[in-house]
């Protein structure tokens, strides 16, 4: 009863995304490593089936509206989200994000909070075991954001945000445990009648919290601590070809520096990540509710290091993700 009052009397709407993609490296391994599983050479490393699968998505994002302060919109958001692997079943994870948006006329405030559990991330070595016995490395991801956006005259619409995040992994990886601030500007525009661009820069800093991590003595502690920086850029367009079709085109670069002073730490002292993604949507619509998604991916990390030679051997890598779907929306 509850709930049908809620629909009745305030105003709501939905998106329903199904999409079923195919991913070519699911842990996002180097081509090294690759070769390694294929070959079979030390296949402890490597307690799965396989480093491809088919990945089934369910995102389901439920918009609710009334109007409390002064005759402005209050929006809830509720958006869930689950993958499920064909094969790498353990790989499977749920994203969950709870948000509130007030608006203000020219300007609106967003609180959001969001939750990751128990996400696999690739498989490690035990680091209280000395044998060579490979366990999944699970993280649970907390983030907390705020935004404001604020339209001009110009219909140009600016955007500033900060998020804190928490990092918390699994008892065996807890030296991996961390936290850090994200501050994000942003602006979108319509260029044109059917054009919008939208682009966005990010600074993230993440430090490990390895002082209450117990240690074997196998290794030492590393240091993941980093800074960020992260520019993305995305273009729209709609058309009509066939059928009423948008187009999207989006680009992301990260520059990611490592801050570890411990040279022993060879995998991350004196490091840099770059990482490249590249995206292309098609989405037709079908009928009114329903769209046709058509997604092409393709993400690749470039690594160097002051005091080992080889990282890209281990870091470096490339994925490709490519997908079709439906998106049911009202």
Request: charged fraction near 25%; proline fraction near 2%; hydrophobic fraction near 35%.
């Amino acid at each position: 009863m509850i709930i049908f009052l809620l629909f009745s009397f305030w105003d709501y709407s939905y998106d329903l995304d199904v999409d079923f993609n195919y991913d070519n490296n699911v842990y996002a391994y180097s081509q090294e490593y690759i070769d390694d599983f294929i070959n079979g050479v030390r296949q402890y490393r490597f307690p799965f089936e396989t480093y491809d699968d088919l990945i089934t998505s369910f995102d389901f994002t439920l918009l609710v509206r009334n109007k409390f302060i002064d005759k402005r919109t209050t929006t809830f958001s509720i958006d869930l989200n689950t993958d499920n692997y064909l094969l790498n079943r353990q790989k499977n994870y749920q994203r969950y994000t709870f948000g509130i948006r007030q608006s203000f006329g020219r300007y609106a405030v967003k609180l959001s909070y969001q939750v990751i559990p128990g996400y696999l991330i690739r498989y490690y070595r035990d680091p209280y075991d000395g044998s060579t016995d490979y366990i999944g490395c699970e993280v649970t991801y907390h983030t907390a954001r705020g935004k404001i956006s604020f339209m001009t005259l110009h219909d140009i619409t600016l955007i500033a945000g900060y998020a804190h995040r928490w990092d918390n992994y699994i008892p065996e990886f807890n030296r991996y445990d961390a936290s850090g601030h994200v501050v994000s500007f942003g602006l979108e525009k319509m260029l044109r009648k059917r054009i919008d661009f939208a682009f966005g820069y990010e600074f993230r800093n993440s430090y490990t919290d390895s002082a209450d991590a117990s240690t074997s003595g196998v290794d030492i502690t590393p240091d993941g601590s980093f800074y960020q920086h992260t520019l993305s850029g995305n273009l729209s367009v709609q058309m009509v070809a066939v059928l009423p079709t948008t187009m999207k085109l989006s680009y992301n670069y990260s520059f990611r520096s490592y801050e570890t002073s411990t040279g022993e730490d060879s995998l991350h002292f004196g490091r840099i990540d770059h990482r490249h993604r590249i995206m292309l949507g098609i989405y037709p619509r079908l009928i009114t509710g329903l769209r046709l998604k058509l997604t092409l991916m393709r993400q690749w990390r470039r690594a160097t290091s002051e005091v080992l030679s080889d990282i890209n051997s281990i870091k470096d890598y490339t994925r490709y993700r490519a997908g079709a779907g439906f998106e049911f929306y009202y």
